[in-house]
């Protein structure tokens, strides 16, 4: 199949007035073959009274039933603002903190439609990272437990041909990464027709979705989509995309925003503890050490990097700490695993990057541990949001060195909230010195054994290749160019100081007097050194060399004599 031309963003089929909104509770006699292209009377949702209650905002009796099992009693702001909105078939964008309802916000009123007319593929969820896929998959089973949902998750690390398969059998809802889903799309043949009356597109987690370079594959991925869809756009914050979305569309989109600036929840305790960053590993166990005492049943500790999060497993490995760790190098297989048992409760620290810091819902989280503090603040308020869901109370503990004091001053100041400071027994903690220094050694030795920086090179290169391919390098390439201009001038200055250089001696040289007047000027300074005593051992150490180099001259006098004594008998024989 050729690959169809990528729109412009003038022509960009984002927000299209759907041309068959389909009706709330219809009868047995209203409900048309999903095959049949006959548009349906487009209805409203009648929000009754009752707006605090599931069935008050529109949602079908099963629906309803589903959530009281789920502990679900009455709707949150955010959905009972946002789901009569979808059941009318608006799109809808939904802006609220971390922990506040939003999946169900989207999730309930599609499977609403869904069981009206149950057909594949129905919904394309997209969202930024795999861990996400495969959560929201489990809550789309949760709430939709009476429907026999087919879902297909559709991300990166997994077979692609068992995946194609699974699209090609139409599931309901097909739940991706940008990346994967863009690359079957384009690849097979078979896979477009299979979106072509799809009714909802949402992307959850939009923020990060439509900023973190993604861009090219969203437009193929919306060209392959019916233009009558529904979208939603679910965020933890607001972004100057979503903004532009807002502005450009206002009046086809209802925008719900809840969120009032960058704020953290108040049932989360914040601190930080200011450490020299020599003895960071020390500090964390005796953190974790702590645990117990603290009535903390579960942490997450964030890292800013791969390198940071394998070593810490490692040295929390030889310290008979158990944790998991989820990060970009581990298989998908891998980090699922590492989310179960971190879950399940099985262990009770996760080691991660900032790949679990956005939308992972792991209700018992007590405590974040900022192990390196965020370079950007926006970062902090996802970290930090792991904990405290729900209106549950939680703890957030930021490792802060020397190098970190203006990055905490910049989270202040974005979440209008002074931090706590902390301390702790200086005594306490250095007694785990030498213990922590330890495990971190053979940490560091484990990593080199197994080639994780020849690994880690690699898989920058390929990144590095990724991005350069779509073009996101080249504000970097320009860099480089000049970058190279600079060391070009830098070598033809280097040719001109040499240059003068010879010049210089050359007139030394023309100089008649220039050498006798350097010796007479070193012979009075040797002179005054050795009048002040300062040239005692050094003039020892040149006699003793000037010892070894005469002995030097007379070994090779005698080796020369002695590789003579042939030849002079081979003379004296034929002078005989």
């Not at 593929?121 to 969202?127: D, E, G, K, N, S």
């Not at 008649?512 to 003039?539: I, P, V, W, Y």
């Amino acid at each position: 199949m050729d690959e169809p031309q990528l729109l412009q963003d003038q022509n960009f089929p984002l927000f299209k007035t759907p041309r068959n909104k389909p009706s709330i509770n219809p009868s047995p006699a209203a409900i048309t073959n999903p095959n049949s292209e006959t548009p349906q009377e487009s209805s409203t949702v009648t929000v009754t009274a009752a707006a605090d209650t599931f069935s008050g905002i529109g949602l079908a009796e099963w629906a309803v039933k589903t959530c009281k099992e789920l502990g679900m009693r009455n709707p949150r702001r955010v959905q009972s603002q946002c789901i009569p909105r979808v059941l009318e078939g608006r799109h809808v964008l939904g802006i609220d903190e971390t922990g506040s309802g939003k999946t169900a916000a989207f999730a309930l009123p599609i499977l609403h439609r869904l069981a009206e007319h149950p057909f594949g593929v129905f919904a394309l969820v997209v969202t930024p990272t795999r861990e996400l896929a495969f959560q929201l998959a489990e809550q789309f089973r949760a709430l939709g437990s009476s429907l026999h949902l087919r879902i297909s998750v559709v991300v990166g690390g997994m077979d692609m041909l068992n995946q194609a398969k699974d699209l090609v059998a139409r599931p309901h809802l097909v739940i991706a990464t940008p990346g994967r889903i863009h690359l079957l799309l384009r690849d097979n043949p078979d896979i477009p027709p299979v979106f072509s009356r799809t009714k909802f597109l949402v992307l959850d987690e939009a923020d990060r979705v439509l900023d973190v370079g993604f861009q090219e594959e969203l437009k193929f991925i919306f060209q392959c989509l019916p233009e009558n869809r529904q979208n939603l756009f679910f965020s933890a914050t607001t972004t100057s995309n979503l903004q532009k979305l807002h502005e450009r569309y206002q009046d086809k989109l209802y925008v719900y925003e809840a969120y009032e600036g960058f704020k953290t929840v108040e049932t989360l305790k914040q601190q930080v503890i200011f450490i020299p960053k020599k003895v960071k590993d020390v500090y964390l166990m005796h953190i974790l050490s702590k645990m117990e005492d603290m009535g903390i049943r579960s942490a997450i500790i964030f890292v800013s990097t791969c390198r940071d999060c394998h070593r810490l497993s490692l040295m929390l490995e030889v310290l008979d700490q158990e944790a998991a760790s989820l990060y970009s190098f581990k298989s998908q297989a891998q980090r699922l695993e590492a989310l179960h048992q971190f879950k399940s409760g099985k262990v009770s620290i996760l080691l991660a990057t900032d790949v679990a810091s956005r939308g992972l819902d792991i209700p018992t989280v007590d405590l974040v541990i900022n192990y390196d503090v965020p370079r950007f603040p926006r970062d902090y308020i996802h970290r930090v949001g792991r904990t405290a869901r729900a209106g549950r109370g939680g703890l957030a503990l930021s490792l802060v060195t020397q190098n970190d004091v203006d990055l905490i001053r910049g989270i202040e100041t974005l979440i209008e909230r002074q931090l706590e400071m902390v301390e702790y027994k200086e005594s306490e903690v250095l007694s785990l010195l030498k213990k922590v220094f330890s495990a971190k050694n053979v940490a560091e030795m484990k990593m080199i054994d197994d080639g994780f920086e020849e690994k880690a090179k690699e898989r920058k290169k390929q990144k590095l290749k990724m991005l350069a391919e779509k073009g996101l390098l080249k504000k970097r390439s320009k860099k480089r160019k000049r970058n190279k201009d600079f060391a070009e001038e830098g070598k033809e200055q280097k040719k001109e100081v040499f240059s003068s250089k010879d010049v210089a001696e050359m007139k030394m040289m023309d100089d008649d007097n220039f050498g006798e007047k350097t010796r007479a000027q070193k012979k009075q300074k040797q002179k005054m050194l050795t009048e002040k005593g300062l040239l005692k051992k050094r003039s020892k150490r040149r006699k003793t060399n000037k010892e070894f180099a005469d002995e030097g001259k007379r070994q090779e006098k005698e080796v020369e004599a002695l590789t003579d004594v042939p030849s002079l008998k081979k003379k004296r024989k034929k002078k005989e």
